[in-house]
């Protein structure tokens, strides 16, 4: 049983490095992973994570499709098949484990019954014997508990870790775009109007290709504080790549804009350099489409919006809100 425990503590650390959901298909992939039975499949894990960077959900997906098959889909029959037969076993210790504590509770319940009989045949002795057995017996099931108890939230505590470090972006520490989609979904279910705005880092490509990646990360990490600092209090996240969305509730769209453009304004007023030389980088900026999501509409509408209207504001010089 505790090594069946430390395998699952493995895979749940394995998933929260990787920022991914403790869903049954990631722990699945994790457990074949950890127990080392598919070379395929750690080879595929090892080059999607080598260097220290983190699996993204859609490299998850096509590494256990490749490597273990989906659910009820075709292929990959064999491992699939290997995988079902590691869950049985899993099954069948914890079937073990259950069995072996009816057993003793059954032999415990036996006991009781002689004991019974001896304390109505005033056997004394034999009464006082089965009395000290019983409180020797409830000591160790008592302590045997209260360590399963401790597991067990142990173990729910990291799986609540995991699910938090599911919904945010590694590099910005902001909500990723599942934790997005899921707060516009219970939005949408609340039949509440909002306002999406799509923002988009202008010349990124210039910056990664001049300065190279690590200082396109920090510009990065920049905008996300800035845009944070100035909706204030409006849930911001990366949509991907340098696109940011900014999730507005309790403002008309014409507020939203007005918002943004702030937002804008305070991004490019701060002052970026280089961290070796501090050479100044020059200007910051992002361009932005904005639109309204009616009550109970689909935001996916509504981003397309957005998206259209951010490309009219690349169109026409960047640095600016547009509203679709």
């Known amino acids: 049983m505790r090594e069946q425990q430390a395998v699952a503590h493995e895979v749940l650390a394995f998933l929260q490095r990787q920022s991914l959901a403790p869903t049954p298909q990631n722990y699945a992939m994790g457990y074949v992973l950890k127990n080392g039975t598919n070379e395929p499949l750690s080879k595929a894990v090892n080059d999607a994570t080598d260097g220290g960077i983190r699996m993204s959900q859609q490299q998850a997906d096509d590494i256990f499709v490749r490597c273990l098959g989906s ?21 069948l210790r914890l079937a073990e484990v259950a069995n072996s504590a009816a057993e003793r509770t059954g032999d415990f319940n036996r006991d009781l019954n002689i004991g019974y009989e001896k304390l109505a045949d005033k056997d004394v002795a034999g009464v006082g014997l089965v009395i000290s057995d019983m409180i020797e017996r409830s000591l160790r099931a008592e302590q045997d508990l209260a360590a399963a108890a401790r ?24 909500f990723n775009r599942r934790a997005l989609e899921t707060a516009m979904d219970r939005l949408k279910g609340g039949k509440l109007s909002f306002v999406v705005a799509i923002c988009d880092v202008d010349h990124f490509k210039r910056v990664n290709d001049q300065y190279g990646h690590s200082v396109g990360d920090r510009v990065l990490k920049m905008v996300a504080t800035s845009l944070v600092e100035s909706c204030g209090g409006q849930l911001v996240g990366r949509w991907g790549g340098e696109e940011f969305l900014v999730i507005v509730q309790g403002l008309a769209p014409e507020q939203a804009v007005e918002l943004l453009d702030t937002a804008r304004r305070d991004l490019g007023q701060r002052a970026f350099r280089l961290r070796d030389t501090d050479e100044p980088m020059g200007a910051i900026t992002f361009s932005a489409g904005v639109a309204l999501v009616s009550e109970g509409a689909e935001w996916s509408d509504a981003l397309n919006d957005a998206d259209a209207a951010l490309y009219r504001a690349k169109a026409q010089g960047r640095n600016l809100i547009l509203m679709a």
Do not use: C, K, S
Request: aromatic fraction near 2%; glycine fraction near 12%.
């Open 151 to 174: 597991e067990v939230e142990v173990l729910r505590q990291e799986l609540d870790t995991a699910r938090h470090d599911a919904n945010l972006d590694a590099l910005t520490g902001l």
């Open 71 to 91: 659910f009820g889909g075709q292929g990959g029959a064999h491992n699939a098949d290997a995988l079902r037969n590691q869950t049985r076993h899993q099954l």
